[in-house]
């Protein structure tokens, strides 16, 4: 019994330690795509990195997608466009990230992003198009 | 509705393959349940650690002979005919489901290795290959896919 105890300890502290490098991981990633810019548009508008070996894309991101109200999603293949997915430090999919009008990024989410999520930062990215018009 | 515009400069490459989640589940679910008889059943009645590397090898048969997945087979051969679990077809790609398999399989290889000399190595490899089993099963989060798709960003594999 003593064995599993241990064993138990060991892979709760290795479970911890990649939650950890995760959070630091995505963090990282958000502050080095701080700034980068795509295509502009009329409007705020949805950048959805994939892959088609990703599960979760289509169970869970694309659904939650389909969702949003009237929005563009630029729908792009990491692996296909590696420059695009690179600029913006995609190092897992589902990548989604919501741009400002100018191509500017306001908020990228590494991991599946719920719809009332997106649909905050669709409405804050608004906001602050309406704020700059005013 | 949300739209989804490839856009004229973009390429998407879609899945035309379905795979049958119903069966990665099952396998999910196979791996999860033999580990923790193995693990908790081991501390009562050790020669259940044989479990561990009995395991290590249906993965690997699996990944490189589909026919012999001994979890998948049960599911296509017993479960889905008999109507006990229903099928549940996704457009999807089968290679990074079999890779995070395979890398499943390796680690209980190893975790085998280590079962006799030492235990506790052993017994937390096994440990984490079930929890990221369960993590799948439950979230549906695969860290096998992922890694996958970071060997396939890196040119070290064909992924798309």
Not at chain 1, 57 to 68: D, M, N, V
């Amino acid at each position: 019994m003593n064995a599993q105890l241990w064993a138990v300890a060991v892979a709760g502290i290795v479970v911890l330690a990649a939650a950890c490098l995760e959070i630091f991981r995505a963090r990282r990633a958000r502050l080095q795509s701080a700034g980068a810019t795509a295509e502009s548009a009329s409007e705020p508008y949805i950048l959805y990195f994939t892959g088609d070996g990703c599960t979760v894309c289509r169970t869970h991101q694309e659904p939650a997608l389909a969702k949003l109200g009237d929005v563009r999603i630029d729908k792009v293949d990491a692996i296909a466009d590696r420059a695009l997915a690179d600029r913006f430090h995609v190092y897992t999919l589902p990548t989604t990230v919501v741009l400002s009008p100018d191509g500017h990024a306001l908020h990228v989410n590494y991991g599946y992003a719920t719809a009332p999520k997106l649909e905050r930062q669709l409405a804050e990215a608004r906001g602050t198009l309406q704020t700059a018009t005013a | 509705m949300g739209q989804l515009d490839q856009g004229p400069h973009r390429e998407v490459v879609v899945a035309n393959q379905l795979v049958d989640h119903s069966a990665l589940k099952v396998n999910q679910t196979g791996i999860v349940t033999t580990v923790l008889i193995a693990f908790i059943g081991s501390a009562f009645y050790r020669p259940l650690l044989v479990l561990i590397p009995l395991l290590a090898i249906v993965l690997l048969l699996g990944t490189f002979a589909p026919q012999l997945a001994l979890f998948k087979q049960f599911y296509f051969k017993v479960l889905k005919p008999r109507g006990i679990v229903k099928p549940r077809p996704v457009q999807d790609r089968p290679e990074p489901h079999n890779f995070a398999q395979g890398l499943g399989g390796v680690f209980l290889a190893v975790a085998s290795v280590f079962l006799i000399p030492l235990p506790v190595v052993g017994l937390a490899l096994s440990l984490l290959v079930a929890v990221l089993a369960f993590v799948n099963l439950a979230f549906g989060y695969c860290l096998g896919c992922q890694i996958y798709f970071q060997l396939g960003k890196a040119g070290l594999i064909k992924a798309s």
